[in-house]
């Protein structure tokens, strides 16, 4: 079945840009499904980044957009994630998931989820 | 401050009922479906509920999950000790054009 592994910096300094990929086995990042970025600060609950369809259509949280960049390797079946100007604040555990989406009918569901990888914004 | 609202704890004794609920409005549980995840400690999520009521592969029935308006209500009976995990409820909001989580719920069972 499908797996993903998140990997990068456990560290980066504050006002630099965090860089992380995840790497999908068992299955291909051009199946009809999102792939998406979601992160949990120290003690607190979920908040999804954003998310990118193999075309490369992207979907951002609004209060993060202007820091955000998803991108797609399909030759390395793999997505990525930057974040620009980071701070203490973007501290946090980040998964890689795989989303079933179709928004106009309002499906949406992450069934696939990586172990996580922990950044921490410090210098 | 999270767009979908849950209490921050639940709990009950072993073998009885507990019900988590989740509220939304018109731009996101109104009119999407609802899904649920659980996290064990130091684990990942892992999703419990899909599509307002339905269970994936591996899930037992003691989980389920409803919807009316905006909305949301996961329940979980014959509790045991394993199921002390926080809970999460998620959709995708119209309105903003991204996903949207609840606070998490985290449930004791005492």
């Known amino acids: 079945q499908v797996q993903l592994q998140e990997s990068g910096p456990g560290l980066v300094k504050p006002s630099g840009t965090l860089s992380l990929t995840c790497a999908v086995s068992g299955g291909s990042i051009s199946s009809s499904n999102w792939w998406s970025w979601i992160r949990q600060p120290p003690g607190k609950g979920l908040e999804w980044i954003g998310e990118?369809?193999?075309?490369?259509?992207?979907n951002y949280n609004p209060s993060l957009k202007s820091r955000v960049t998803i991108s797609v390797d399909k030759s390395k079946n793999q997505f990525s994630l930057k974040l620009s100007s980071v701070t203490a604040a973007d501290t946090a555990v980040y998964y890689c998931?795989?989303?079933?989406?179709?928004?106009?009918?309002?499906?949406?569901?992450?069934?696939?989820w990586g172990k996580g990888t922990t950044v921490t914004v410090s210098s | 401050q999270s767009v979908l609202t849950q209490p921050p704890s639940v709990s009950a004794a072993p073998g009885q009922k507990v019900t988590i609920s989740c509220s939304g409005s018109s731009s996101n549980i109104g009119n999407n479906y609802v899904s649920w995840y659980q996290q064990l400690p130091g684990t990942a999520p892992k999703l419990l509920i899909y599509?307002?009521?339905k269970r994936p592969s591996g899930i037992p029935d003691r989980f389920s999950g409803s919807k009316s308006g905006t909305s949301a209500t996961l329940g979980i009976t014959g509790l045991q000790t394993g199921d002390e995990a926080d809970y999460y409820c998620?959709?995708?909001?119209?309105?903003?054009?991204?996903?949207?989580f609840g606070g998490g719920t985290k449930l004791t069972v005492l």
């Open positions: 998931a795989r989303a079933f989406q179709i928004a106009e009918l309002g499906y949406y569901y992450m069934d696939v």
């Open positions: 599509e307002n009521n």
């Open positions: 998620g959709t995708w909001d119209s309105s903003l054009s991204a996903a949207v």
């Open positions: 990118i369809y193999h075309s490369g259509s992207t």
